[in-house]
């Protein structure tokens, strides 16, 4: 997800997509015509730079925010994080001589300083207050209804307990200034390599939720979802990994499945699988196929460093957990190709 998925909700769908660009009716001015630009270019590769060619008005998503909402610039960055667009960490300024405006270019001017890597030891997120492990709680009748979404959508009581997966039937996420309420919703753990828990994230299990799902808030010591991958840890030691989107298509894929937790992976995500892969093993890259030309950037990191590196051709335009086990695992062994030059055109014309 990205900042045009909230654009998209906000504008009911009203778009048009011209590849590196979508253009919307501009809320601002009122023009009934699609005038609204925003770049779709990967995040840090001016993501969300907006401009309205009737009125004027430019910006970033955190400045769109703020200005549609009526938001502070904390309630902004939350917004965007259910979105999954990460702005990364900023201390808004607290000086009342400064207007929003002069805030505003404080902000813009800390995204175009140079980053500064620290070697920072991380701790994972707190857990959402509600959380509950699924096989503590066998025999409680609340337990049910994830039970039974969890078996409709193909997991076994072993990935349950693999994963220690929970739920939460009235809970919520602390944020900075407020909570997200979960009700109704399946917990997902990930851990490391020592089998350490070290992020969450959620799942709804309700038909039209008011949100679908949430990924772990987390502070600046804490890991987030720019830093791990869903079921790394098992994913290491098998011949074939799978690179997917979300938790339950890696539990579809069994062992073999680890997860991003959006179309956009970073570079330390990247970083992380390439010091767990070996020569032999190969890697399959199967983003939804709506998100091709994120799966040809992240080719472009990992295939320049091992050549074991594969796109998925799936032509059904259906995620793992669609298809199902089977189905998805037939699809990534017979219908792949390398992820050198010939591969990234065939992914295009597919």
Not at 77 to 93: P, R, V
Not at 134 to 142: H, M, R, T, V, W
Not at 205 to 223: L, T
Request: charged share 30%; aromatic share 12%.
């Amino acid at each position: 997800m990205a900042f045009t998925d909230y654009l998209d909700e906000q504008m009911n769908g009203d778009y048009k997509d011209i590849g590196h660009e979508k253009i919307y009716k501009c809320p601002f001015c009122g023009d009934d015509k699609h005038r609204l630009y925003v770049s779709t270019g990967a995040a840090g590769d001016n993501e969300g730079l907006w401009i309205c060619f009737h009125c004027g008005r430019k910006g970033n998503p955190i400045s769109f925010v703020m200005e549609y909402e009526g938001a502070r610039f904390y309630e902004a960055k939350e917004t965007l994080e259910l979105y999954d667009y990460m702005i990364g960490n900023f201390e808004w300024s607290n000086d009342d001589t400064l207007t929003e405006s002069e805030k505003l270019v404080l902000y813009i001017n800390h995204l175009n300083k140079p980053k500064v890597k620290e070697k920072v030891e991380k701790t994972p997120p707190p857990l959402p207050v509600g959380y509950k492990r699924i096989i503590d709680n066998l025999k409680n009748n609340e337990v049910y209804p994830f039970l039974l979404y969890l078996y409709n959508r193909g997991f076994t009581i072993q990935d349950i307990i693999k994963h220690n997966i929970g739920y939460i039937t009235d809970g919520y996420a602390n944020t900075t200034n407020s909570k997200i309420p979960l009700n109704n919703h399946l917990v997902f753990l990930t851990h490391n390599d020592k089998g350490e828990y070290i992020y969450w994230n959620t799942r709804s299990i309700d038909p039209k939720p008011y949100v679908k799902s949430v990924n772990g808030i987390a502070k600046d010591n804490e890991y987030s979802k720019k830093d791990v991958l869903f079921n790394l840890n098992t994913a290491k030691n098998e011949k074939d990994i799978i690179i997917v989107e979300g938790v339950p298509d890696a539990l579809t894929l069994g062992n073999r499945g680890i997860a991003t937790f959006g179309k956009q992976v970073t570079d330390t995500q990247v970083e992380e699988i390439l010091k767990r892969v070996t020569k032999e093993q190969k890697l399959y890259i199967m983003l939804d196929m709506d998100a091709k030309e994120e799966m040809i950037k992240l080719a472009d990191k990992l295939y320049t460093r091992h050549e074991n590196t594969y796109y998925v051709i799936n032509k059904t335009y259906k995620d793992a957990n669609d298809l199902g086990r089977d189905k998805a695992l037939d699809i990534v062994f017979n219908q792949s190709v390398k992820a050198d030059s010939r591969g990234s055109l065939l992914l295009k014309l597919a």
